[in-house]
């Protein structure tokens, strides 16, 4: 059961659920940086996978989880789970790091402006939390602004769809694994580790790595870790003590973030692409309003029981 919104747990809740999509924002600059210096996608996304595990693991020990950890590698249920949500987030990784090194910045963030809308219907469907009139009314706007964005593309968004579809799914599962974020994150980091250290080894013997040519580039390739693991545990942590719609809201801040440095470092925004980004935004703003409408009227009603009659 998810905590009352006003609850201690609830701001807490809240608080980690902004902070990381606040970091997902302003991600593409890390490797847009990665790869002003010679790092290629691959190279970025092995590095990920690599030194996240370490940051993972610090996070377990200093939670005192180590025991969840030993005990969800004997739960066949838990582990296949985990190995899925692992193939997901790979997944989603992967095709990030090509679109924010490819000035495909704008239709990566096409892709969490979708994927809130997917976490609603999701939310629907899976878990029975209810969407009103104006959620809907979200939905279909965002709609609107999918096929725009297709036509402004001569292409169907697959960038933008990979991202949302990978990622809601990513979220649906670990809703459902019975791990704490920490434990959780650092077995997928254990699982996903051993394929980037094989890349870059084979980087390595063609001469085709840079992550480890001089201190900067050291420093670069480090980076990942931390970049990569706190706002997958804020994520992860929230996303157990949080509606999927009450997330899903959240969630438009970081694709606005991204579309900011979209747009700063000079990709095509052609009118087409400005029209669908506007029906999108109304979406999240319909969204954004009717969730505020809501929670006044819960206060007033808090408040008018709590009077003496």
Known sequence: MAPAPGSDQGRAALLSA????????????????QHAVGFDPMEILAHRTIWAAPVAFALVWLARQSAQVVAAFGNPRIIGLLAVSTALIGLNWGLYVWATTHHATLEASLGYYINPLLNMIVGLWLFRER???WGWVAIGLAFVGVVLQALALGRPPWISLILAVTF???GVIRKKVAVDAQAGLFIECLLL?????????????????????????????????????????????SARRLPLSTLGFIQFLAPTIQF????????????LR????????GGALVFAAAAFFR?????????ASAEPI
Not at 274 to 281: D, L, P, R, T, V
Not at 295 to 303: G, N
């Open 18 to 33: 902004f902070s990381c999509y606040v970091l997902w924002g302003f991600m593409p600059l890390l490797f847009m940086g």
């Open 131 to 133: 969407i009103d009139r």
């Open 168 to 170: 809601a799914s990513y």
């Open 193 to 237: 580790a051993p394929f980037g250290l094989a890349w870059l080894v084979w980087l390595n013997q063609s001469g085709a790595a840079v992550g480890f040519d001089d201190p900067v580039h050291v420093a670069w390739a480090l980076a990942n870790g931390p970049a990569t693991v706190l706002p997958l545990v804020l994520f992860a942590w």
């Open 260 to 271: 900011g440095v979209g747009v700063a470092t000079g990709e095509s925004l052609t009118a």
């Open 274 to 281: 400005i029209a669908s980004f506007a029906f999108i935004w």
């Open 295 to 303: 929670q006044r009227a819960a206060r007033r009603a808090l408040r």
